[in-house]
Every structure is written in C-alpha cells, then in structure tokens.
C-alpha cells in the first residue's frame, strides 16, 4: 500500500527497475532454496503487484477478478490456518518439504481442498450467526 502511494506520484522512470527488482526476488526464492525463500517470493510478488496495478492495468484487473482467484481470496484465511497443519502432515507421512515444485503442488492441492472444506462447514456457518447476533445487538 506504502509503495503504491508513493510511487503513484513518482515518474514512471523507476517502475522498470522495481518490476525486475521484484521478478528477481521472485525468482531467487521460487530457483535458489534458502531459509526465508517463502518471505522473499512474496516480497517478489508484492512489488511486481504494486508495479502492474499502478493505474490500474487492466490485465492485473482482469486475473485477479477471475473466478479461481476470488474464490483463493474467500478461502485465503482458511488456507493461512492450514497450510502449517498440511506441511507437518506432509512431514509426519514421509513426504516431507523437499522443496520441488511437484511437492509444492501436492501440499498446495490438499491445503486448499482442506480451506474450501473448513471455510464452507465452519466459516460461513458463523459468520451467519455473528451476522445475525449483530443485527439483534
């Protein structure tokens, strides 16, 4: 938010030099495996998103309205609660976090499938009854 701010009154000049900033830092934690490599791809990512919303591009709009992306963002506290119990699950079975992209996919796979299953059997049903109890206070 900090860096949209202040780059939307900036020149455009530096935005080249942040996009492969941030696609550099991207690809340094997707290639190279080191301790906070999940810190640094987001990092990566926040700036190419700073970048490319500046102005609102229409192709940022469009991939993040998608169907599959907004349904991410309605389980994404879901998949924050759960991605850890996936992970050690993972471990605890003998897979463990090898750090391949394969293995990524596995852990993605299961930890989303687990967020939708908890998100519509536990989150919508309260946030029903919170909506409710508000409504009656």
Known sequence: FFLRQ???DSTARHLPVLAWGGASLFLLGVLVPFFGRGEVIGLGVAILLVCATRGRSGAVVRV???RPMLFLGSVSYSIYLIHPVTIALFHWAGLGISGNFVNF???YAVTV????VTYTLI????NRVGRTLA???
């Open 6 to 8: 202040r780059f939307a």
């Open 64 to 66: 993040l309205t998608l």
């Open 105 to 107: 996919l596995m852990i």
């Open 113 to 116: 499938a687990l967020s939708a």
């Open 123 to 126: 989150e919508q049903p309260t």
């Open 135 to 137: 409504r009656r206070l």
